[in-house]
């Protein structure tokens, strides 16, 4: 749902993002940890992994990319390639600081 | 078979914990989600959805693959949306596993207090999301400097220097006003929830407890700030409803996820 002020630009725009989602369930929530313990990667690179899987329009048919309800989340297949390779990008970035981050520890 | 691992309870199958929850639930189904079936177990008040799962399938490579765990994201989500129906839930984070039935429930037992407490202050409410982009508005005086600056005395490395200062308390200026903004934005809207915060990375984010009989009165009163007249030039994102992922921070953090 979208509202418009008197000059028609959009002002109030419902919708939730696969990021709102990811920074939800992957880094809040009751932590109380098993007796068995999970290493899950960065987040930030993970949410880009993940939107590039998305992006990929062979892939989101693959995958029904459809599985988030229509109400809540906007689907973000479809993005052109500049929005890919800016991703791409991105992750190659977050993989050589999380390398480093190794090396140095 | 798999060799026995070092961890305790070792075997190939262990228990994923989606969430705690008070009252009823209607699943759809207890057949296979990301394991052998959803199975509830009953503490006193206090319902804990759980499933055995394959041990394999969140190893360290499973985790780091990024189509593999959005389908066990996916499913994750749809058990605590599921549990929504409830009258008040506790998400767990995503992959939150135990060796056995047993230990999960001496580790509930351990915090329950904190839990109860925690119950009870998310019950019939859930969580929003509000995001604002305050739009640059257009500078008074885009040539930038003070008077003299461009005169024929000055010369070019001073006026730059001249320029780029004005620019950068341009900006400041615009910063100040933006984190203005969002701080009367956010706070009239905290008057109509029962609990926020804001969310860390840039002071544009925040999220609110709502009571769900409250969810229209709180859209409203989006909509209403954004008509006002008062934000002209401020987007507002908002997102919801989600089960209240945020307000579970009380907790303390425990040492166990790498």
């Known amino acids: ?105 | 078979m798999t060799p026995a691992s070092t961890e305790s309870g070792a075997g190939p199958l262990c228990i994923y914990l989606y969430c705690l929850y008070r009252g009823e639930v209607a699943w759809s189904t207890t057949g296979a989600r990301l394991g052998g079936g959803l199975i509830v177990v009953q503490e006193g008040e206090v319902t804990a959805a759980v499933e055995p799962v394959m041990r394999a399938e969140f190893s360290d490579e499973k985790l780091a693959d990024p189509k593999g765990i959005l389908d066990k994201l996916k499913v994750h989500e749809e058990v605590i949306e599921e549990a929504m129906g409830a009258d008040s839930v506790l998400p767990f984070r995503f992959a939150t596993l135990f060796s056995s039935v047993s230990v999960l429930k001496s580790r509930l037992a351990e915090h329950r207090a904190q839990l109860e407490k925690t119950l009870d202050h998310l019950g019939h409410r859930e969580e929003w999301g509000v995001e604002l982009t305050v739009k640059p508005s257009a500078p008074a005086n885009p040539s930038g400097g003070p008077a003299g600056a461009s005169g024929p005395s000055a010369s070019p490395g001073a006026s730059f220097l001249r320029a780029k200062s004005a620019a950068w308390e341009r900006r400041q200026d615009r910063r100040e006003e933006a984190a203005a903004l969002t701080d009367r934005v956010f706070r009239a809207l905290a008057q109509e929830s029962a609990d926020s915060r804001t969310v860390s990375g840039g002071g544009n984010k925040a999220v609110f407890l709502v009571p769900r009989d409250r969810r229209q009165a709180f859209r409203s009163a989006v909509h209403r700030l954004a008509d006002s007249g008062t934000f002209d030039g401020v987007q507002f994102r908002v997102t919801g409803p989600w089960p209240a992922y945020h307000f579970c921070e009380q907790f303390p953090m425990e040492v166990g996820r790498g």
């Open chain 1, 1 to 105: 749902m979208t509202q418009r002020n008197q000059r028609g630009m959009k002002t109030v725009c419902e919708s939730s993002t696969l990021g709102d989602l990811l920074e939800r369930i992957l880094d809040k929530g009751i932590v109380i940890s098993g007796d068995i313990k999970v290493k899950l990667v960065d987040i930030e690179l993970l949410t880009i992994q993940i939107r590039l899987v998305i992006c990929s329009v062979d892939k989101a048919r693959e995958i029904g990319i459809d599985w988030w309800s229509k109400d809540k989340v906007s689907g973000e297949a479809g993005k052109d390639m500049l929005e890919m390779e800016r991703l791409r990008l991105r992750i190659k970035k977050l993989e050589q600081s999380a390398l480093r981050k190794e090396v140095v520890a």
